[in-house]
Structures are given as C-alpha cells and as structure tokens.
C-alpha cells in the first residue's frame, strides 16, 4: 500500500427535501451567487423555484447562467468568468449533473485568474484560488460533487481535457434521491456506467496489499449492480435511488483510490471518442471499457479472475484463471446491454475514420502514453479502439 492523504473537505447533506436549506449555507460564504444550471428541466421539476426561494428568504441576490451542455463547452466557460467579474459573485452554485458541475469549477477557477482559463486545462498554469462553489445534484454519475477533477471541451479542436486539484472540490452538496426520480431510462444508465466506470479505474492497479481498498471497490460495484435494474424498473424507489447516488459520490471522492494507483486509459480514450462525435461520457465508457480489459486482461490474469468471481459471481476456477478473466469481461458486457447500453463503437454511430486523430490526441502526453495499470502508446490506443467496432 502506497502512503496517501485523504481528504474530502466537501460538506453532504443528503436526504428528502434538502435542497430547501441552500439558502442558509450559500449565505456562510457570500450575498451574490450565480445560479448555473443547463436547460429547462428544474423548472419543469419545480426544483428552480425551490432553490429561488430558498436563496430569496436567505436574502442571498443571484445571477444566472443556464445552457450548460453535455460534455460542457469552454465557450460558456468564459461567459461564466466574465459574468461573475461584471456581477461581483461570491459563489457559484450548481445545480445539476456532472456536466453543470464541472463547467461551475471551471469558471471558479477562471474569475481569479487573468489569463485564458485553458492554460489550467493544458498544463501551461496551476490553479491558486478559486470561487466557492456549492452543488445541489440531480443526476448521479460523474461524482464531480465531491471529486477533485474537472472535465470540459474546447470547440476548437474538440480536445477534452481535465484537471485535477483539491482546490475544486465543492463546499457543499446537497444531494436528494428524489431529485433523480424523473430522470429518462438512457441517463441513468449512463450515470450507472460512469459510476462503475469510476470504481474500475481505481480497482485495477499494480499496488499489492490494498485488500480493504479491494473489498470497498467490490461493494461499490455489487451495490451499483444490485440497484441498477430496479431503478430502470421503478423510477421512483427511494432506497435503490439513494444507494446509487452514494456510492456515486463515493466512486470519486479518492477513498477508493486510497494506498493505491489508478489507471485511467479508458477515460482518457473515451474522451477522444465524446470530444469529437459529443456522445454520453457513460454510453462511450461502456464501449471502452470492455475494449480495453480484452486488451490488458493479461498483464494480471490474478486481478481480472478476481474481480470475476467478488463482482460478477463467475465460479472460481484456479486451474484456468484465463476462463474466469474473460467471463467476467462478458458478464459486464452484458449487464450494459441489460441496461440499455451499447458495447460497440458501431451502436453510437462512430466510423473508424478518425481514429488516427482520437489516438494522436490522446497520447499527447510528456510520456506519450497514457495509463498506469498498463501504460498505452499510439497503437495501443489505436488497437483499443479497433477492438470496440
């Protein structure tokens, strides 16, 4: 086990009718808060007049910035960062998915800084300080109300890139099940992938001795496992709502990732595949995932049977690990489908013309590999991508 500081200094108030105390605790931190969410969906809900209200009686003044977009766009970034100066905001509150969160970190992050907010996103500048940020989340999936990283897309180029520093990792989180009640079928499912999908990368690793580290990831994912199909089957069960959206805070919230090294490879591919063609973070995960363990299975056949056989049931057979490995693969695979998820490639509608390009991107790194489980060159990525057609 590897030394590691854990800290997650993100305050949750999770539970029924929460949303209805943000007033009090934006009112800790400033007077003016920008309201920053996507499009018309918590009106529709009643959620936006709630959280108005609640700002309202608080005497908290607001601005606001809707429009935010899957796979959130630098543009709106930068209009963000100029409404805060011209307004004079304090605080920035999301409210929303992981979308709506990351483009709130990223425009904290930029009202201090007097440069273009992308150097932070091309590694040209660190973050020093930051605008606090609160999050009320109404679509459990990406764990960025907790998390220490921030993912956004620049429309010239369409690179996807990120950060990572503790200094984005909201104040507050108020996190009601219920709020996740009237979410379609197919953005749950994603939510449920980019969930597991946060789980996996942490669970593969070369760190020996991180059994606890182990049997929290494996919980993580039979908890996502048992829940999924009754949420899809019953929108409005409670108790399987809130299991999910926990355990998908704690997916990233760094306490699975405790003591060990993650790998990282297959969310680094599949932002070359959403950056470009716009597709859902979750439904592309589900497509590189299974491509990329059929492609590194062998590198610890020890940890793909094991992860077989606690996750997936699949009968423990020392004789031939190889067999357990790649059934464990095929269950996963097919719990996706269960849910409504593609596989392949050729299910989103993505053709293997740019693949050159995804992967030319994607190793664009000092060591011009990507991954830690298994550290990936330009072929390997290629070969990857090839194998999720």
């Excluded at 996502?224 to 899809?232: G, S, T």
């Excluded at 269950?331 to 409504?340: P, V």
């Excluded at 995804?358 to 590999?369: D, L, S, W």
């Amino acid at each position: 086990m590897k030394n590691f500081v854990f800290e997650s200094p993100t305050k949750i108030i999770f539970g029924k009718g929460t949303e209805s105390v943000i007033g009090e605790e934006v009112k800790k931190y400033g007077k003016k808060v920008l309201l920053h969410y996507g499009g018309g969906s918590i009106k529709k809900s009643g959620l936006y007049d709630r959280v108005i209200d609640s700002l309202k009686a608080a005497e908290i003044e607001y601005v606001e910035l809707s429009g935010v977009q899957p796979n959130p766009r630098l543009s709106l970034v930068e209009k963000g960062i100029e409404l805060c100066r011209k307004e004079n905001v304090g605080y920035i509150l999301a409210v929303g998915g992981g979308s709506v969160i990351d483009s709130a970190k990223a425009i904290a992050v930029g009202v201090p800084y007097s440069q273009s907010v992308w150097d932070f996103f091309e590694g040209k500048a660190t973050p020093q300080e930051i605008l606090p940020l609160g999050v009320i989340l109404t679509i459990p999936a990406t764990g960025s109300e907790a998390s220490n990283s921030c993912v956004i897309t620049n429309e010239e180029g369409w690179y996807k890139r990120g950060i990572r520093t503790d200094l984005v990792r909201p104040k507050l989180a108020i996190m009601n099940p219920e709020l996740t009640f009237t979410l379609p079928p197919f953005q749950t499912a994603c939510g449920i992938v980019d969930i597991m999908s946060h789980v996996m990368e942490r669970y593969f690793t070369n760190e020996k001795n991180v059994d606890l580290t182990d049997g929290l990831c494996e919980a993580a994912l039979k908890t996502v496992i048992k829940n999924a199909p009754i949420v899809l089957k019953d929108p409005e069960d409670y108790a399987a709502r809130a299991e999910i959206m926990w355990t998908g805070t704690i997916a990233h919230n760094e306490l699975l990732g405790t003591g060990r090294v993650g790998d990282w490879a297959s969310h680094k591919i599949e932002h070359e595949v959403s950056g470009i063609y716009d597709v859902a973070h979750g439904a592309g995960l589900a497509v590189i995932l299974p491509a990329w363990m059929k492609y590194v299975y062998k590198h610890d056949i020890n940890q793909f049977a094991q992860f077989a056989v606690r996750v997936w049931g699949v009968a423990e057979d020392e004789e031939n690990l190889e067999k357990a490995a790649l059934e464990g693969i095929k269950k996963m695979e097919e719990f996706f489908q269960s849910i409504g998820m593609p596989i392949t490639l050729q299910e989103l509608n993505i053709p293997n013309d740019r693949f050159e390009e995804m992967a030319e991107k994607c190793v664009q790194t000092p060591t011009k590999t990507v991954g830690n489980f298994v550290e990936l060159g330009k072929t390997d990525v290629l070969n990857i991508l090839h194998l999720a057609v």
